[in-house]
C-alpha cells in the first residue's frame, strides 16, 4: 500500500510536449484515474509510473523509494495491458506464474500463489488452458492475475476494457472495483471512458494536453468543475458562454448578450470580471415549464423517451441547442414553445479553457 | 450471389490451370522418368540403389552432404538471428537500406560469387595475405578446395533465406510482451529465452528447413570450391551422367536424394510449425 509521488515530471516526444511538467501525488491504497481524450498524455503518465518512459525532468516516488533511474523489472508494478499483452505460447498456469518465477519463488509457493490469483478472479481449474482457447473477458481476467500474484507496489491499468463489448465491459468494471476494495492496493488507471472513471476511481485526474487540468472525487469534478473543458468532459452539458460582470461573494453573473439576459451561479475559483465566462448548466438541472425567474423562453424540438428520463433538445431564441432531461413520470412534454428555468444553486460560471498560447498570456499577467 | 459462389471453384481451377500444366509436363513426366531410370540397371530393379546403400564411397558421400548442409544450416542461423534481430529495430529509410543490404547478393549470379571467393580464399589472395600482414598466421592457410571453403561460400549464398523467414517472424512480436516481461521482473536475458526466442522459432524454423534443403542439392559451390573428398550427392549425380554415364546410378542417387529430404522435412514440420512462419500468426 505505497503512495506513489510526481515531482515536476515531464516529457517531450521531439516538439510535442507528452507530458508538461506535473506534480502529482497518490496515497497508499488509492485508485486514481487519469482521465482525458487521446494525446493528453495520461498513457505517457503511466509509461512513466512503470519505467517504460524515462522522463526528461522530474522525480518519481513509490513509497519510500525513488524509482526514476530504476527499470521497469526492479519497481515492483503489475501492469494490465490494453490489449493484455499475455505470452501466447504460454499456459494461463505459466503466464500467471511468469513474475514468481523471475523472483525465484520456490515451486510450491509458485503454484499455490497462482491458484490462489486465479480463483480471486474467478478462473479457478483454467491454468491449463491455453491463451487462444479463452474469451476476451477471461483473458482480461488472466492479465489482472498475472499483474495480481507479484504483489505489486502499485496497479497499472492501460485502458484495459476497450475491447470488450459494453454488457461486460460495465461487469468488470464492478469486479475491479470490489477487487480493488478488498485488496487495497495503490492503482492507476488509465482510460478515457468517463462512465469507466467514475465507477472505479476515488479521485479522478481530468487531463489534456499533457498536464492535469483537475483532481478530484467524481462528485467534485462533476459539480465542482473548474473550468469549461473539465465540464465539458466529464457528463452531459450545456455551456453558455458570455462574459463576467461580477463576482461576488459565492456568486458571479455572466452577460450573455445572445440571450439578452444575466445568468447567476456559482462561481469557480479564477474568475475575474471583465474576462470571457461560461455558464454550465447540467441537463438535469433544467426545469421546463417554469415561471419563476430565471426564465427563459424556448422550443421544444425534439423529445426523445429513454425510459426512466425523458431527454429534450430545446431551441432558445438564438437557435442555440440545449438538451435537458427530466424524470419521465414527470409527465409528458410536448412539442412546441414553452419556458425553462433553473436554480441559480445548481448554475456553475466557469473560466473559459483557452488553447495554450493565451493561458500561458494569462499565466505571465497574473505572475 | 449464388451464382457466384457456385463459380468460384471453377476459377479457382482455371487460375491454377497453367501453372499446373507445366508442372506436369516439365517436372512431375520428367521425374517420373527419372524413376523408371531409376530401376532399369541391368543387373536388376533395384541393382542401383543396393550399389548406393552398400557401397563405401557413395555412403560418404551422403554422409558428407549431410555435414555439409548441417553445418551451413547452423552457421547461416546463427548469423542471421542477429541480423533479423536489428532489422526490426529499423525504420523508414535506414530499414530500406539494410534490406537492400541483404538481398543483394540475389542479383549476383551464385557463379560470380563462387569464382569470386575462389580469388580470394587462394593461397597468395588478399585473407592470406591479410592474416599474415596482421601477424596473426606465418604461412598461407589451405582455404581453398576443402570443407571451410565450401562452407564460407555456401553461407553467403544462403543467408539471405535464413535472415527473411526469421525477420517475418521476428516482426511480428508484438513488442508489449517484452514489455510485459520486463514490468514482472524478469531480466533481459530471461526475456529474450522465455518470451522472444520462443515467439520467433517458427521463423527460425523455417529458415533452417529452407536452407538445410536448399544446401542438400547444392552443386556449383561445392564443385568449386571443395576438394576431392569433399564430394556432394549433386557433385556425384553429375559426375555420374556426365563422366561415368550410368543413368540408372545418377537416377536412384536422385532418388534417394529426394527421399532423405521428403523425411527430413516431415520431421522438422513436427517439431516446428513452418507454415505458421510465413502465414499469419
Redesign the interface.
Given at each position: 500500500m505505497r503512495p506513489v509521488a510526481f515531482r515536476a515530471v515531464e516529457k517531450s516526444f521531439g516538439a510535442v510536449r507528452a507530458l508538461r511538467p506535473t506534480t502529482l501525488d497518490i496515497a497508499g491504497g488509492e485508485f486514481l484515474t487519469l482521465l482525458g481524450p487521446s494525446g493528453s498524455g495520461k498513457t505517457t503518465l503511466l509509461n512513466i509510473t512503470?519505467?517504460?518512459l524515462a522522463p526528461d525532468a522530474g522525480r518519481v516516488r513509490i513509497g519510500e523509494r525513488d524509482v526514476t533511474e530504476l527499470?521497469?523489472?526492479?519497481?515492483?508494478?503489475?501492469?494490465v495491458?490494453q490489449?493484455y499483452?499475455?505470452?501466447?505460447?504460454l499456459s494461463v498456469f505459466e503466464n500467471v506464474a511468469?513474475?514468481l518465477r523471475?523472483?525465484g519463488c520456490t515451486r510450491s509457493e509458485i503454484r499455490r500463489r497462482v491458484e490462489e490469483a486465479l480463483a480471486t478472479v474467478q478462473l479457478a481449474g483454467f491454468g491449463g488452458r491455453a491463451i487462444r482457447q479463452l474469451s476476451g473477458g477471461q483473458q482480461q481476467r488472466v492479465a489482472l492475475a498475472?499483474a495480481l500474484v507479484?504483489e505489486p507496489d502499485v496497479l497499472l491499468f492501460d485502458e484495459p476494457l476497450g475491447a470488450l463489448d459494453r454488457q461486460l465491459r460495465k461487469h468488470v468494471q464492478l469486479e475491479i472495483r470490489r477487487l480493488h476494495q478488498r485488496l487495497g492496493r495503490t492503482t492507476i488507471y488509465v482510460t478515457h471512458d468517463q462512465e469507466e472513471a467514475l465507477v472505479m476511481s476515488d479521485r479522478i485526474a481530468v487531463m489534456r494536453e499533457g498536464r492535469v487540468e483537475q483532481i478530484g472525487s467524481g462528485r467534485d469534478l462533476y459539480e465542482r468543475p473548474a473550468n469549461s473543458f473539465v465540464a465539458g468532459f466529464l457528463g452531459e452539458s450545456n455551456l453558455i458562454e458570455g462574459s463576467v460582470t461580477r463576482v461576488s461573494g459565492d456568486y458571479a453573473e455572466l452577460s450573455v448578450p445572445a440571450l439578452g439576459m444575466a445568468i447567476r451561479g456559482i462561481a469557480a475559483a479564477g474568475l475575474a470580471e471583465g474576462e470571457p465566462g461560461a455558464a454550465l448548466l447540467r441537463p438535469e438541472t433544467i426545469r421546463i415549464g417554469a415561471d419563476t425567474a430565471p426564465c427563459l423562453a424556448a422550443r421544444a424540438s425534439e423529445i426523445v423517451y429513454l425510459g426512466e428520463i425523458v431527454s429534450v433538445r430545446l431551441v432558445l431564441a438564438d437557435e442555440r441547442e440545449i438538451w435537458c432531461r427530466r424524470l419521465s413520470n414527470l409527465g409528458e412534454v410536448r412539442p412546441g414553445p414553452t419556458t425553462l428555468g433553473w436554480p441559480a444553486e445548481e448554475v456553475r460560471i466557469l473560466p473559459i479553457h483557452s488553447n495554450e498560447e493565451t493561458r500561458e498570456v494569462r499565466h505571465d499577467r497574473s505572475s | 450471389m449464388k451464382d457466384t459462389r457456385s463459380r468460384r471453384p471453377l476459377a479457382t481451377a482455371l487460375l491454377l490451370l497453367p501453372a499446373a500444366l507445366f508442372l506436369l509436363l516439365w517436372f512431375a513426366a520428367p521425374l517420373g522418368e527419372l524413376l523408371r531410370l531409376s530401376f532399369s540397371d541391368p543387373r536388376g530393379a533395384l541393382a542401383a540403389y543396393r550399389e548406393l546403400v552398400t557401397g563405401d564411397v557413395y555412403r560418404r558421400v551422403f554422409a558428407n552432404t549431410l555435414l555439409v548442409s548441417v553445418v551451413v544450416t547452423g552457421i547461416s542461423i546463427l548469423l542471421g538471428y542477429p541480423i533479423a534481430h536489428v532489422l526490426t529495430r529499423l525504420h523508414g529509410a535506414r530499414l530500406h537500406f539494410a534490406f537492400w543490404c541483404v538481398l543483394f547478393p540475389f542479383w549476383v549470379s551464385v557463379l560470380v560469387r563462387t569464382f569470386s571467393w575462389m580469388l580470394l580464399l587462394e593461397r597468395n589472395g588478399p585473407v592470406n595475405a591479410a592474416l599474415e600482414a596482421l601477424g596473426l598466421t606465418s604461412a598461407p592457410l589451405p582455404l581453398l578446395f576443402n570443407n571451410t571453403a565450401v562452407y564460407i561460400g555456401m553461407t553467403h549464398v544462403m543467408l539471405p533465406y535464413a535472415v527473411l523467414p526469421i525477420y517475418a517472424s521476428l516482426v511480428r512480436i508484438d513488442r508489449r510482451l517484452l514489455l510485459a516481461s520486463d514490468g514482472l521482473g524478469a531480466s533481459p536475458w530471461t526475456t529474450f529465452r522465455r518470451v522472444y526466442l520462443p515467439l520467433g522459432m517458427p521463423g527460425v524454423g523455417a529458415a533452417a528447413a529452407l536452407v538445410f534443403l536448399l544446401s542438400l542439392g547444392f552443386f556449383i559451390t561445392p564443385a568449386l570450391l571443395g576438394g576431392i573428398s569433399n564430394i556432394t550427392v549433386a557433385m556425384l549425380i553429375e559426375h555420374l551422367v556426365n563422366e561415368r554415364l550410368v543413368w540408372s546410378l545418377a537416377a536412384a542417387a536422385a532418388f534417394l536424394l529426394l527421399g532423405v529430404t521428403l523425411a527430413l522435412l516431415f520431421v522438422a514440420a513436427r517439431l516446428v510449425p513452418i507454415g505458421q512462419a510465413l502465414s499469419e500468426r
Amino acid at each position: 500500500m505505497r503512495p506513489v509521488a510526481f515531482r515536476a515530471v515531464e516529457k517531450s516526444f521531439g516538439a510535442v510536449r507528452a507530458l508538461r511538467p506535473t506534480t502529482l501525488d497518490i496515497a497508499g491504497g488509492e485508485f486514481l484515474t487519469l482521465l482525458g481524450p487521446s494525446g493528453s498524455g495520461k498513457t505517457t503518465l503511466l509509461n512513466i509510473t512503470a519505467g517504460y518512459l524515462a522522463p526528461d525532468a522530474g522525480r518519481v516516488r513509490i513509497g519510500e523509494r525513488d524509482v526514476t533511474e530504476l527499470p521497469a523489472r526492479k519497481r515492483n508494478i503489475g501492469m494490465v495491458f490494453q490489449n493484455y499483452a499475455l505470452f501466447p505460447h504460454l499456459s494461463v498456469f505459466e503466464n500467471v506464474a511468469y513474475g514468481l518465477r523471475s523472483r525465484g519463488c520456490t515451486r510450491s509457493e509458485i503454484r499455490r500463489r497462482v491458484e490462489e490469483a486465479l480463483a480471486t478472479v474467478q478462473l479457478a481449474g483454467f491454468g491449463g488452458r491455453a491463451i487462444r482457447q479463452l474469451s476476451g473477458g477471461q483473458q482480461q481476467r488472466v492479465a489482472l492475475a498475472r499483474a495480481l500474484v507479484i504483489e505489486p507496489d502499485v496497479l497499472l491499468f492501460d485502458e484495459p476494457l476497450g475491447a470488450l463489448d459494453r454488457q461486460l465491459r460495465k461487469h468488470v468494471q464492478l469486479e475491479i472495483r470490489r477487487l480493488h476494495q478488498r485488496l487495497g492496493r495503490t492503482t492507476i488507471y488509465v482510460t478515457h471512458d468517463q462512465e469507466e472513471a467514475l465507477v472505479m476511481s476515488d479521485r479522478i485526474a481530468v487531463m489534456r494536453e499533457g498536464r492535469v487540468e483537475q483532481i478530484g472525487s467524481g462528485r467534485d469534478l462533476y459539480e465542482r468543475p473548474a473550468n469549461s473543458f473539465v465540464a465539458g468532459f466529464l457528463g452531459e452539458s450545456n455551456l453558455i458562454e458570455g462574459s463576467v460582470t461580477r463576482v461576488s461573494g459565492d456568486y458571479a453573473e455572466l452577460s450573455v448578450p445572445a440571450l439578452g439576459m444575466a445568468i447567476r451561479g456559482i462561481a469557480a475559483a479564477g474568475l475575474a470580471e471583465g474576462e470571457p465566462g461560461a455558464a454550465l448548466l447540467r441537463p438535469e438541472t433544467i426545469r421546463i415549464g417554469a415561471d419563476t425567474a430565471p426564465c427563459l423562453a424556448a422550443r421544444a424540438s425534439e423529445i426523445v423517451y429513454l425510459g426512466e428520463i425523458v431527454s429534450v433538445r430545446l431551441v432558445l431564441a438564438d437557435e442555440r441547442e440545449i438538451w435537458c432531461r427530466r424524470l419521465s413520470n414527470l409527465g409528458e412534454v410536448r412539442p412546441g414553445p414553452t419556458t425553462l428555468g433553473w436554480p441559480a444553486e445548481e448554475v456553475r460560471i466557469l473560466p473559459i479553457h483557452s488553447n495554450e498560447e493565451t493561458r500561458e498570456v494569462r499565466h505571465d499577467r497574473s505572475s | 450471389m449464388k451464382d457466384t459462389r457456385s463459380r468460384r471453384p471453377l476459377a479457382t481451377a482455371l487460375l491454377l490451370l497453367p501453372a499446373a500444366l507445366f508442372l506436369l509436363l516439365w517436372f512431375a513426366a520428367p521425374l517420373g522418368e527419372l524413376l523408371r531410370l531409376s530401376f532399369s540397371d541391368p543387373r536388376g530393379a533395384l541393382a542401383a540403389y543396393r550399389e548406393l546403400v552398400t557401397g563405401d564411397v557413395y555412403r560418404r558421400v551422403f554422409a558428407n552432404t549431410l555435414l555439409v548442409s548441417v553445418v551451413v544450416t547452423g552457421i547461416s542461423i546463427l548469423l542471421g538471428y542477429p541480423i533479423a534481430h536489428v532489422l526490426t529495430r529499423l525504420h523508414g529509410a535506414r530499414l530500406h537500406f539494410a534490406f537492400w543490404c541483404v538481398l543483394f547478393p540475389f542479383w549476383v549470379s551464385v557463379l560470380v560469387r563462387t569464382f569470386s571467393w575462389m580469388l580470394l580464399l587462394e593461397r597468395n589472395g588478399p585473407v592470406n595475405a591479410a592474416l599474415e600482414a596482421l601477424g596473426l598466421t606465418s604461412a598461407p592457410l589451405p582455404l581453398l578446395f576443402n570443407n571451410t571453403a565450401v562452407y564460407i561460400g555456401m553461407t553467403h549464398v544462403m543467408l539471405p533465406y535464413a535472415v527473411l523467414p526469421i525477420y517475418a517472424s521476428l516482426v511480428r512480436i508484438d513488442r508489449r510482451l517484452l514489455l510485459a516481461s520486463d514490468g514482472l521482473g524478469a531480466s533481459p536475458w530471461t526475456t529474450f529465452r522465455r518470451v522472444y526466442l520462443p515467439l520467433g522459432m517458427p521463423g527460425v524454423g523455417a529458415a533452417a528447413a529452407l536452407v538445410f534443403l536448399l544446401s542438400l542439392g547444392f552443386f556449383i559451390t561445392p564443385a568449386l570450391l571443395g576438394g576431392i573428398s569433399n564430394i556432394t550427392v549433386a557433385m556425384l549425380i553429375e559426375h555420374l551422367v556426365n563422366e561415368r554415364l550410368v543413368w540408372s546410378l545418377a537416377a536412384a542417387a536422385a532418388f534417394l536424394l529426394l527421399g532423405v529430404t521428403l523425411a527430413l522435412l516431415f520431421v522438422a514440420a513436427r517439431l516446428v510449425p513452418i507454415g505458421q512462419a510465413l502465414s499469419e500468426r
